[in-house]
């Protein structure tokens, strides 16, 4: 009896929304350095998570979407993948339902049994040939939704919101869904407590996406949840951490404070943080990265109360975002945010029990292009092999 094959399989989820916005330079490198993953992993399923699609300034940068997946379906790396699902989310027209989601899928020609779920007939249908979904047509093979707008107060409209899909690769059944949760507004709010306003918002829309897929009509199945959280830490911790005893000061504005400035005691005028909304400037950047900011970790808090539902691979990579978009600097994070790891690949438990972990196969979750522009957020991967479906029979989750 032959070996049951162990399906290789590459997620990833990147917020995109600085390439669209510079295609010349940070486009290119982006994908120069993706290829390079492909080639390296060599996975057989391919699954990309973008938020943001089209950019900032979607209504002028939209029209260069549809030529970066050109580029990926025509590309060299990925000649062997004979069949492409691109669900895009592009309609900004539409304000109620815009979410600026993108969930791209290559199947390699090596893989012969693919099917995705209709969430209308309740029913797998076999995957063939390359396939654009306009979400306007209110398709069944995928389910899309948006915050409801009270979900993230004081803002007159978001694009936050989740995309999902449902899979049975080689009789094994998952979820892959994308999601994007609500930023920290301002740096000023976000510094005054733990769990701040913002990680509220972000704690509560990620509950009501978990609920609603416990409770629908469909059957529970393995959860692979992956896109931008904006998960951040606890920049109160981080603050103290790199201040010590600095003295603050403050300038206000119309009584409400605009600017923190630490100084240190010993009585120069020399700045250690300067702390405004979207302004985070510390005198020497290498202490965030300091031990390949391991010294961070125990700061990133927000996934804690979702670890009996959750479970996440071990980071050994710098926060994602936000790196400085300057196309000649790779490494160096921007003067505006404390940095965060907001980009993350979280698996319900029973989808843990599909990733095969063994003396020859380990998962491998980390960034891609380090060492290049990849815009304000780096890409992160999972990168592992599908378990025999034997072990993983009783793994429906309950």
Not at 39 to 60: C, N, R, S, Y
Not at 77 to 94: E, I
Not at 149 to 166: A, E, H, I
Not at 168 to 195: C, G, K, Q, W, Y
Request: hydrophobic share 40%.
């Amino acid at each position: 009896m032959a070996a049951e094959s162990c399906p290789s399989v590459m997620l990833i989820t990147a917020n995109v929304g600085s390439i669209f916005e510079d295609p010349e330079h940070m486009l290119k490198g982006w994908l120069q350095k993706f290829y390079e993953s492909v080639q390296t992993w060599k996975p057989q399923l391919i699954a990309i998570h973008m938020q943001e699609v089209g950019g900032k300034d979607f209504e002028q940068c939209m029209g260069n979407v549809d030529a970066f997946v050109q580029n990926l379906i025509d590309s060299e790396a990925l000649k062997s993948f004979d069949r492409t699902l691109v669900f895009l989310d592009k309609d900004f027209a539409l304000v109620d339902q815009f979410t600026a989601l993108g969930n791209l899928y290559f199947v390699h020609e090596s893989l012969q049994n693919v099917q995705l779920y209709d969430f209308k007939t309740c029913k797998f249908n076999t995957i063939q040939g390359k396939q654009f979904v306009n979400l306007i047509n209110k398709k069944t093979i995928y389910e899309k939704a948006k915050f409801p707008q009270d979900f993230f107060p004081g803002t007159v409209w978001s694009r936050k919101g989740f995309l999902r899909t449902r899979w049975n690769v080689e009789n094994r059944i998952f979820d892959l869904a994308n999601i994007h949760l609500f930023h920290d507004a301002s740096n000023l709010a976000a510094m005054e407590t733990f769990p701040s306003p913002y990680s509220k918002y972000r704690k509560r829309a990620l509950e009501h996406v978990l609920q609603r897929f416990s409770k629908d009509k469909h059957d529970k199945v393995p959860l692979f949840l992956f896109g931008d959280f904006n998960f951040r830490l606890d920049s109160q911790g981080v603050i103290q951490a790199l201040v010590a005893e600095a003295i603050p000061e403050y300038t206000k504005e119309d009584k409400n404070v605009k600017r923190i400035t630490y100084k240190d005691r010993d009585g120069s005028s020399k700045a250690i943080l300067i702390l405004e909304k979207k302004r985070f400037e510390i005198d020497d950047p290498d202490k965030l990265i300091r031990d390949n900011a391991k010294w961070l970790l125990p700061l990133d808090k927000e996934l804690l109360c979702f670890t009996n539902q959750l479970f996440e691979f071990d980071r050994d990579f710098p926060p994602s975002y936000p790196y400085s978009e300057d196309v000649t600097d790779g490494r160096s994070y921007m003067k505006t945010r404390v940095p965060a790891w907001c980009d993350r690949i979280l698996l319900s438990k029973s989808a843990k029990a599909l990733v095969k972990e063994d003396l020859y196969n380990k998962a491998m979750y980390s960034v891609i292009g380090q060492d290049i522009c990849m815009g304000d957020h780096k890409p992160i991967f999972l990168s592992f092999r599908l378990a025999p479906t034997q072990v993983n029979e009783d793994t429906q989750e309950t």
